[in-house]
């Protein structure tokens, strides 16, 4: 079935330090690729998205890019901040009779110190 | 604002105990769902609903049930048969297509005591 694996946390950035989370996914067909983040007590929030292989999905410095080839949809950003330290979960969509669902990564924590 | 609210937003249970996680969402979205969250762990798929008066199971069902007789309401309530239920459970809505990204409610902490 689909599936998504995400590098192990916590991940542990000084201040405008570059940032990778890697994630790649297995899948039947074409599916949409999401990132989300999750603050302390909160649900999730959608970060970016894309939808088909080469988009690239952007937003509040972070990006990432739709790798067909390598199934892959890492999550970068130039110059954390420690307001980013967060939750970061990669997701993917599944069509499943007809019903769309999110099958989600088990998480990734960043920790950004000053 | 649009958006999905969850209630409570901590709850106390003792075992044996029946409660209901209320959700109500005003984006008016097709699909619905519940997932269960815990510590250090990712989301498990608990029901999802595309369209009113039906439902599916998700990865996790037992112990749980929903109802979904209005589009923007989908109540999970959690029973005495689920054996573990201590959980940080987060309710979303989509538009139910292949592209489009769920929103999430604030989440809803229950602990069995």
């Known amino acids: 079935g689909n599936s998504v694996t995400q590098m192990e946390g916590p991940v542990t950035l000084s201040e405008e330090a570059f940032l990778t989370i890697n994630c790649t996914y297995t899948?039947?067909?074409?599916?949409?690729l999401f990132w989300y983040v999750q603050y302390p007590g909160e649900g999730l929030q959608l970060l970016l998205k894309?939808?088909?292989?080469?988009d690239k999905g952007s937003n509040k410095g972070f990006e990432a890019t739709y790798r067909k080839e390598t199934t892959s949809f890492h999550l970068e950003k130039g110059s954390v901040q420690v307001s980013d330290s967060a939750v970061y979960f990669c997701?993917?969509?599944?069509?499943?009779?007809?019903?769309?669902?999110?099958?989600f990564g088990a998480g990734t924590r960043l920790a950004v110190h000053p | 604002d649009g958006g999905i609210t969850q209630s409570p937003k901590y709850l106390f249970r003792k075992e044996g105990q029946n409660v209901t996680l209320s959700c109500e969402q005003n984006?008016?979205?097709?699909?619905m769902y519940w997932y269960r969250q815990d510590p250090g762990q990712g989301l498990r798929l608990i029901y999802y609903?595309?369209?009113?008066?039906?439902?599916q199971k998700g990865d996790i069902a037992e112990g749980y049930s929903v109802s979904r007789e209005k589009k923007e309401s989908f109540p999970l309530t959690v029973t005495s048969a689920q054996k573990n239920p201590t959980a940080f459970y987060l309710c979303?809505?989509?538009?139910?297509?292949?592209?489009?990204?769920?929103?999430f409610g604030e989440g809803s902490r229950l602990t069995v005591l």
């Open positions: 979303a809505s989509s538009t139910g297509t292949i592209t489009g990204e769920l929103f």
């Open positions: 899948a039947t067909g074409y599916p949409s």
């Open positions: 894309a939808t088909k292989a080469d």
């Open positions: 997701a993917l969509s599944q069509l499943s009779g007809g019903y769309n669902k999110l099958i």
């Open positions: 984006l008016n979205h097709d699909a």
């Open positions: 609903s595309q369209i009113v008066n039906d439902f």
